[in-house]
């Protein structure tokens, strides 16, 4: 069956460091791929969209990166702040609707 | 409203009952989704509409569940003699109705089956 893996742990870093999260499926051809934030008690927030053919997307802070061989996505926020720590979701779309398979999100805490 | 509007925000019901979700999407969206969130689990997907028709309840956990959309902007997500298993954060989501296009969430119903 389709499987998503985020790092349950959650990611420690100080601030002004680079927080680096991974998203890992099987069983799995996505056309695409997105990103989004979650807060405590809100709904998730949409961050970036990656296609399958493209292999980095920037935006502000932000970078992602989608390798099809390795099953994986890379997401990258650069200069962090304590304002970054949320829950970071990836999901896997494959055309058509927007029927997205979520990971279960990795808690990112920026400390001071 | 400028976003998904969900409620109630908090509900919480004795084993049995029935309840009722309601969700009010972004105006103009014409697909709409309702995912359930466990503790420290994924979105999982129950059903998505194009306007007012559902081509994919495939993610309905059981027959105690259903869901309809009218006029092409509100959803009601419906739990039949809910079961504590049923106990999660319903989420709805609305967009353009496009492919590869982000989705616009609310901020969630949670449900506590006592």
């Known amino acids: 069956s389709q499987k998503i893996e985020q790092n349950s742990e959650a990611l420690n870093i100080q601030e002004g460091k680079t927080a680096t999260l991974t998203c890992n499926y099987t069983n799995y051809s996505p056309a695409y791929l997105q990103w989004y934030r979650q807060d405590p008690g809100r709904g998730p927030v949409f961050l970036l969209l990656?296609?399958?053919?493209?292999k980095e997307k920037r935006k502000e802070r932000l970078k992602v990166t989608f390798d099809t061989t390795l099953k994986q996505s890379l997401f990258h926020i650069t200069a962090s702040q304590p304002a970054d720590s949320a829950t970071y979701l990836c999901?896997?779309?494959?055309?058509?609707?927007?029927?997205?398979?979520f990971g279960a999100g990795t808690r990112l805490a920026v400390h001071p | 409203g400028a976003g998904v509007s969900q409620s109630p925000s908090n509900k919480v019901t004795e084993k049995g009952k029935d309840v009722e979700l309601r969700c009010d999407p972004i105006s103009g969206h014409t697909a709409l989704y309702w995912y359930r969130q466990s503790l420290g689990q994924g979105l999982e997907f129950l059903i998505y509409?194009?306007?007012?028709?559902?081509?994919?309840k495939s993610g309905l956990p059981s027959d105690r569940f259903s869901a309809e959309r009218t006029g092409g902007s509100v959803s009601t997500l419906t739990i039949q003699r809910t079961q504590q298993e049923d106990s999660a954060v319903y989420l709805c989501?609305?967009?353009?109705?496009?492919?590869?296009?982000?989705?616009?969430f609310g901020s969630g119903t949670q449900l506590s089956v006592l």
């Open positions: 509409f194009q306007g007012n028709s559902a081509p994919d």
């Open positions: 990656i296609r399958e053919n493209e």
């Open positions: 989501a609305s967009s353009l109705g496009q492919a590869n296009e982000k989705l616009f």
């Open positions: 999901a896997l779309g494959s055309g058509g609707y927007n029927k997205l398979i």
